[in-house]
């Protein structure tokens, strides 16, 4: 059982859309394929990763440093114990080989999207979704087909008026979701509640509605934000400061009495752990959003839940970033609080296999083996084209 082929390709996922720190107008990303000489159906499994939006294409590091590891490596030393399956865990000890610890910059985003890859090719070889995979080995054994979704958008674009943003947030209701998101901080305190208060008109209620400022503001602005919407009772106030800065959210914790959502740029086990220690997170009312393609992978996210049930934290209370298919096995697998989705960005890569099913903010998966791709026939065909 071997690694035959290695392939990481690059496309772009630009379009005019702003948040409220960045254009994604020169965004790409990182797509690899792992090529096996493990047969299924007469056909060699082929494990796909790529990784989320927000951080550019990683191809320099995977191609001088990641990729040629992995293919240095005998072919024993990538297989689990019993060597009829490749160990995630062995590779992704591979792929750090020589990696100071600390300072983890972009090379966990590189490190994610081998990682996303290793997870398919493993649960296409035991031909069952990654979820039911997750649970037996890594979980309680439960796993479900079934996971809340909410529909992330609502970002700031060239021209895009309060119909327009209606329309749009309308448009998710009508592909099933109760629950979205949408960009502040980008605009002025007076138009961003004029736009939230937008929003509530589509949406019915502050709990189907996340807002999200993506690090924007220092202490006094997160503050002032926070007394302006509390009294919408939405459903959480998103980055409101700096990632790492840790005080500035602990501060905010004290003052704003609704959840606070944060975690999507913290990119270890050791940074998610210094949110839990330092943050002043709340285990009953905020949520944690690490996002594991950005965050070295599936094999350093086990840790990262590993650490948060040490610190008596509910896995339900993460729901990651990211919009990705790996994101809803972890979530139906190992018992998160759900999954991010961008219905309207990012395509091919976010989602879910196509015939699944969205109703009030819920996703039933029809089945699948692995991660679900084959089950998305953009994506499939992207892949497809991507690597002949
Ligand atoms: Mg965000």
Redesign the pocket.
Known sequence: MKIIDIQEKIVPISSEIK?AYISFAKMDCSVVAIKTDVKIDGENVIGYGFHSN?RYAVSELLTKRFIPRLKAAKEKELLNNEGNNFSPEKIWKILMQNEKPGGHGERSTAVGTIDMAVWDVVSKIERLPLYEYLAKKYGDGNFTNKIFVYA?GGYYYPGKDIEMLQDEMRSYLDLGYSTV?MKIGGASLKDDLNRIESVLKIVGDGKNLCV?A?GRFDLKTAIEYGKAIEGYNLKWY??AGDPLDYELNSKLSETYKNGI?TG?NLFSMQDSRNLIRYGGMRKDIDWL?FDCSLSYGLVEYLRTLKMMKENNWSSTRVIP?GGHQISCNIAAGLNLGGN?IYPSLFQPFGGFPDDSLVENSYVTFPEFIGMGYENKVKLKDLFKKLFK
């Open positions: 948040n927000g992330a998101k999200d993506n998103e980055e959502a999507e959003q970033h991010e």
